[in-house]
């Protein structure tokens, strides 16, 4: 069946601008996890959803940072006035269920790039 | 709080060559470990997991972990190493009862023939 797909798989923007990043989880699955890998450092988890409700929310780094998540599938994480450090690649994992033990299944990532 | 160290950055061993790459962990009890590996192109694929029991876990593609809890570790092995097993790898742990991953840095390998 279709993995977790997520777009665009790049995205070139400028300082400043807001973007959006979207994730298509896998059908039936109820977690959606984001993180993000920046150059040279490990994957840095962002925030995790269950359903539609986010009760994790932790690792988003700053207020610029959003996610939503509707009719507990597509998940859109958006970044505003984008900083040259939100450089990354943004990776999104879905799971059956939001336990740790669940295998996480990653998309292809999105390379943002912040000129 | 729970952190992941993988003390090697790169690693280069030879086509037909055993493989072991090193993984630490800080957290105050055992946490669920994972390895996962990322190839070029394609997104992060689970290769193995441990959450108790036997300390030795096999996973996909050959490879295999060993956890030892005196030393935090959770180190991934493989007897003899493929030109297709060039990719990073990523040891991550999970809270019992918790819901995301701590990764560590990755450790990429290249396979010389």
């Known amino acids: 069946g279709a993995g977790v797909s997520q777009s665009p798989s790049n995205k070139v923007t400028e300082k400043g601008k807001d973007v959006e990043l979207r994730c298509d989880p896998i059908s039936g699955h109820t977690a959606l996890y984001w993180y993000r890998q920046s150059l040279g450092q490990g994957l840095e988890f962002l925030i995790y959803f269950q359903g539609n409700s986010a009760p994790d929310k932790s690792g988003l780094p700053s207020d610029r940072f959003s996610a939503e998540r509707t009719g507990g599938s597509v998940s859109t994480l958006t970044i505003q006035r984008t900083q040259q450090e939100d450089s990354a690649v943004y990776l999104c994992?879905?799971?059956?269920?939001?336990?740790?033990?669940?295998?996480?299944?990653f998309g292809p990532g999105t390379r943002l790039l912040v000129l | 709080a729970q952190s992941v160290t993988q003390p090697d950055i790169h690693i280069t061993v030879s086509e037909g060559a055993s493989l072991e790459l090193r993984c630490n962990y800080s957290?105050?009890?055992?946490?669920?470990l994972f390895w996962y590996v990322q190839s070029p192109g394609q997104g992060l694929q689970l290769l193995l997991k441990?959450?108790?029991?036997?300390?030795l876990v096999q996973g996909i593609k050959g490879f295999e972990a060993e956890f030892k809890r005196s030393q935090s570790s959770f180190n991934l092995r493989k007897p003899s190493v493929h030109w297709s097993d060039a990719a990073e790898y990523c040891c991550?742990?999970?809270?019992?009862?918790?819901?995301?991953?701590?990764f560590g840095a990755g450790t990429i390998l290249r396979v010389k023939s």
């Open positions: 957290y105050g009890a055992t946490p669920y």
């Open positions: 441990y959450f108790s029991g036997d300390t």
């Open positions: 994992a879905s799971s059956l269920w939001g336990a740790v033990q669940e295998t996480q299944y």
């Open positions: 991550a742990v999970g809270a019992v009862n918790g819901n995301k991953l701590v």
